[in-house]
């Protein structure tokens, strides 16, 4: 099954610089089940076409997000749960906003003289403080493959030299320079998707060392730094090509309460030959405005609660193009530490 759309979109660094401003995605559902994920002990030694092993060590909480638990991005007082800031109009207005759903990913690029199949993908979880939230054991994950086209150009997002960007991290412009970087983003991109492999379940909690029974905190060191490994299914056939770009996509499949997990990376990465990704929401920049002081629920919020999560429909959702741009962090500059494997 395939889907066409138009939309602006997002593309990698150190290229040559041409903006497309639009898009054409075709979805291409894999019709497998044998996705698998594992813990393994050591990083991949064999088949591997390419890598990023840097990361940054004790920082950061970059994560996929499925919670079913809505939380308010804005700073001032608010009725309901809210959490750090919303993002900045050009006057310095903060505009609050309902944190969105997110799947993170990576653009890559085979190197390597000869086609090859893609076998695996292996990220590693993060050494922040949330590495697995506590309801992610035994949850269903999938695996989005892309073929990358266009050359990308740099949208500064407004924000220029001493100018604060509208949105990243650290997210408090009031107080904190926000560096004008944080908020830019590549356009010029095209992700056509060449298969989705589902059917995978996070690892157990045996998995990492622990008793099913047991209560694991987000913060646990033994979580941290621990290698997972998204293996294809052999009918899968995905072709890479020499010096062709790709990219993957990490997906939990449904929203549950606690449900997350936090991926190691650079945010200022050094991968040549691609760039992190991201999928947040409904895919629209920026997020429409929210109402802190009225219940998720209150039409007045109807929007932006649509605005914030992804469709229920699964195929929906797969049809939203990634790229850079997130709220509230861009991941622009930012390499994940990943490992591809290929026969």
Same mark, same amino acid.
């Given at each position: 099954?395939?889907? *066409?759309?138009?939309?602006?979109?997002?593309?990698?660094?150190?290229?040559?610089?041409?903006?497309?401003?639009?898009? &054409?995605?075709?979805? #291409?559902?894999?019709?497998?089940?044998?996705?698998?994920?594992? $813990?393994?002990? +050591?990083?991949?030694?064999?088949?591997? $076409?390419?890598?990023?092993?840097?990361?940054?060590?004790?920082? /950061?909480?970059?994560?996929?997000?499925?919670?079913?638990?809505?939380?308010?991005?804005? +700073?001032?007082?608010?009725?309901?749960?809210?959490?750090?800031?919303?993002?900045? %109009?050009?006057?310095?207005?903060?505009?609050?906003?309902?944190?969105?759903?997110?799947? !993170?990913?990576?653009?890559?690029?085979?190197?390597?003289?000869?086609?090859?199949?893609?076998?695996?993908? &292996? $990220?590693?979880?993060?050494?922040?403080?949330?590495?697995?939230?506590?309801?992610?054991?035994?949850?269903?994950?999938?695996?989005?493959?892309?073929?990358?086209?266009?050359?990308?150009? %740099?949208? &500064?997002?407004?924000?220029?030299?001493?100018?604060?960007?509208?949105?990243?991290?650290? *997210?408090?412009?009031?107080?904190?320079?926000?560096?004008?970087?944080?908020?830019?983003?590549?356009?010029?991109?095209?992700?056509?998707?060449?298969?989705?492999?589902?059917?995978?379940?996070?690892?157990?909690?045996?998995?990492? /060392?622990?008793?099913?029974?047991?209560?694991?905190?987000?913060?646990?060191?033994?979580?941290?730094?621990? !290698?997972?490994?998204?293996?294809?299914?052999?009918?899968?056939?995905? #072709?890479?090509?020499?010096?062709?770009?790709?990219?993957? %996509? !990490?997906?939990?499949?449904?929203?549950?309460?606690?449900?997350?997990?936090? !991926?190691?990376?650079?945010?200022?990465?050094?991968?040549?030959?691609? *760039?992190?990704?991201?999928?947040?929401?409904? /895919?629209?920049?920026?997020? #429409?405005?929210?109402?802190?002081?009225?219940?998720?629920? @209150?039409?007045?919020?109807?929007?932006?609660?649509?605005?914030? *999560?992804?469709?229920?429909?699964?195929?929906?959702?797969?049809?939203?193009?990634?790229?850079?741009?997130?709220?509230? @962090?861009?991941? &622009?500059?930012?390499?994940?530490?990943?490992?591809?494997?290929?026969?």
């Amino acid at each position: 099954m395939s889907f *066409h759309f138009k939309t602006p979109f997002v593309m990698t660094r150190n290229f040559s610089l041409i903006l497309l401003f639009s898009v &054409t995605c075709i979805v #291409v559902f894999s019709q497998s089940k044998t996705l698998t994920l594992s $813990v393994i002990p +050591s990083r991949p030694a064999q088949n591997v $076409v390419t890598s990023y092993e840097l990361y940054d060590p004790g920082t /950061g909480n970059t994560s996929l997000a499925f919670d079913d638990a809505d939380i308010f991005k804005w +700073s001032k007082s608010a009725l309901y749960k809210a959490e750090s800031w919303g993002y900045f %109009l050009p006057d310095g207005t903060e505009v609050p906003y309902i944190k969105r759903d997110r799947d !993170l990913g990576q653009t890559f690029r085979h190197q390597q003289s000869e086609p090859k199949t893609l076998q695996a993908i &292996t $990220v590693s979880t993060n050494y922040g403080t949330n590495a697995i939230r506590q309801n992610m054991y035994g949850k269903a994950v999938s695996i989005q493959v892309f073929e990358v086209q266009g050359t990308p150009k %740099l949208n &500064t997002n407004g924000s220029e030299g001493s100018a604060k960007a509208y949105h990243g991290y650290p *997210h408090d412009r009031y107080t904190q320079p926000i560096g004008a970087e944080r908020d830019d983003f590549w356009e010029g991109e095209t992700y056509q998707s060449i298969g989705i492999f589902r059917g995978a379940k996070f690892p157990d909690k045996t998995a990492f /060392g622990f008793a099913e029974s047991d209560s694991i905190s987000p913060n646990h060191p033994k979580i941290k730094g621990k !290698l997972l490994r998204f293996e294809l299914p052999t009918n899968s056939h995905i #072709v890479l090509r020499p010096n062709v770009q790709y990219a993957f %996509l !990490l997906m939990i499949d449904e929203q549950c309460a606690h449900c997350g997990f936090a !991926l190691a990376n650079n945010y200022y990465g050094k991968y040549e030959a691609g *760039h992190g990704i991201r999928r947040d929401g409904s /895919g629209r920049f920026p997020p #429409v405005p929210a109402d802190p002081n009225k219940n998720f629920t @209150d039409p007045a919020n109807r929007k932006a609660w649509k605005d914030a *999560h992804f469709p229920k429909n699964f195929k929906k959702r797969a049809q939203i193009p990634p790229g850079t741009n997130g709220y509230p @962090d861009v991941d &622009t500059w930012r390499d994940l530490t990943f490992w591809i494997e290929a026969r």
